[in-house]
């Protein structure tokens, strides 16, 4: 088994809200952001597929059809947008960078071809990161 | 769905690797530059890696504020800007960045209640870094 991590970068802005909380939760819970205006960050997106190393080609997975799918399902869709009023997982679920995660693990897991997906590790900024592993 | 959150926090400390168990030989053999009876720093980078269902009412793993002031609190305002080498938990342990890395360990391990802890890496240098994950 070998792994290969493939990585891209998108920018986005969101803001942490939600309407079951009173103002008053949503500031003490989300503090800074929770400003409705929302605020941005420069998002690194790196994600591992696994299997094992075609003989012929020497390859786990083609990487340009692996570059081709994160741009069509990922970038297409997140890169320089507002992520709570333009992409579909967040129009009733809070963009944090755990859900953005978990997002781009659904978008991309039935799309590789044959590779399986091992990781979806995303940046918020150099030093906040979330992985997620497709657990339950 | 379970998900595993990392931060990385930033610290500045000074330490000399010395064995009481050695002789003055085998310290400077083990420990070469790093045996200056002086001691000498690096600026730390601990990388907190916690787990946990992400909470569907907010969205998280677990608050980063909660995770922030606990780190804050517990482990930088113990070891940055000092010596470890004055440190109690180093009284006789010798402060490598493993000790350091365990120690560091421990304390969000015993304290830090709002999601898992998995693991705890360190950096001492860009060049080398340090996992304990208990």
Known sequence: MVYLT?????????????????PEENRRVFGRCNNP????????????????????????????????????????????????????????????????AI?????????????RLH???????????????GEA | MKAHLSRR?????????HSEAMSTEENQATYGKCNNPYGHGHN??????????????TGMVCNLTDLDGFIEREVLARYDHENLNMLKEFAKDVPTT?????????????????AHLERVRLEETMMNSFEYAG
């Open chain 1, 6 to 22: 493939r990585k891209a970068e998108f920018s986005a802005s969101h803001y942490y809200h939600n309407p079951d909380f009173t």
């Open chain 1, 119 to 133: 990781r979806v590790r995303v940046y918020e900024t150099p030093d906040l990161f979330v992985d997620f592993y």
């Open chain 1, 37 to 100: 205006n929302g605020h941005g960050h420069n998002y690194t997106l790196e994600v591992t597929v696994k299997g094992e190393v075609d003989p012929r080609s020497g390859f786990v997975v083609d990487l340009k059809q692996l570059k081709e799918v994160m741009h069509r399902e990922v970038l297409d869709a997140m890169d320089h947008r507002f992520l709570n009023k333009e992409v579909p997982e967040f129009l009733h679920r809070i963009p944090t960078t755990e859900n953005i």
């Open chain 2, 9 to 17: 926090y930033l610290f500045s400390a000074s330490h000399r690797l």
């Open chain 1, 103 to 115: 997002a781009i693990w659904q978008r991309l897991a039935t799309k590789l071809d044959k590779a």
């Open chain 2, 44 to 57: 730390y980078v601990i990388e907190i890696t916690v787990s946990g269902p992400v909470d569907a009412k």
């Open chain 2, 98 to 114: 493993e000790n350091l890395c365990i120690e560091i360990y421990e304390i969000v391990n015993r304290g830090f209640r709002h």
